[in-house]
């Protein structure tokens, strides 16, 4: 496995550096998370959404992120047009001609396994581009 090193030199230059890091990294973390999210939605909409006239699958949405003291958070959700019964649809168990209900909860919790590996290399990404 190939390795890169940050070089420091001296303590003004390492805060001046963490400063950065500190600075840059909730924005960074809430893109990956939105691409994250982005795959989700699509893997989602392509393979599980009940379709009957579309209004459900094309209310989908992945929301930009919101960064705040607490976290970064990245919602995805279905509704719009739809939100009446899109609740009752992701819930209910039946037999639908097109999807499955828990439609946006399968593909999430499809995506956790991996998501870790995933946003550890985009948080490895981001931090190379500190090095010199």
């Not at 960064?67 to 939100?83: E, F, P, R, S």
């Not at 019964?85 to 946006?104: C, M, P, S, T």
């Amino acid at each position: 496995m190939a390795t890169k090193s940050i070089r420091i030199r001296g303590d003004k230059e390492l805060i001046r550096t963490l400063r950065k890091i500190r600075k840059q990294s909730p924005k960074a973390l809430g893109a990956a998370l939105f691409q994250e999210g982005e795959k989700i939605m699509r893997d989602s909409k392509e393979s599980f959404v009940p379709v009957d006239l579309g209004n459900l699958k094309n209310s989908g949405h992945t929301e930009p992120p919101s960064i705040k003291m607490n976290g970064v958070t990245v919602t995805l959700g279905y509704g719009g047009a739809a939100a009446s019964y899109a609740i009752f649809v992701h819930e209910i168990d039946k037999n639908y001609r097109v999807g499955q209900w828990k439609y946006l909860e399968v593909p999430l919790n499809n995506a956790i396994p991996k998501m870790a590996k995933s946003l550890a290399l985009k948080a490895n990404a981001f931090l190379r581009r500190f090095g010199k």
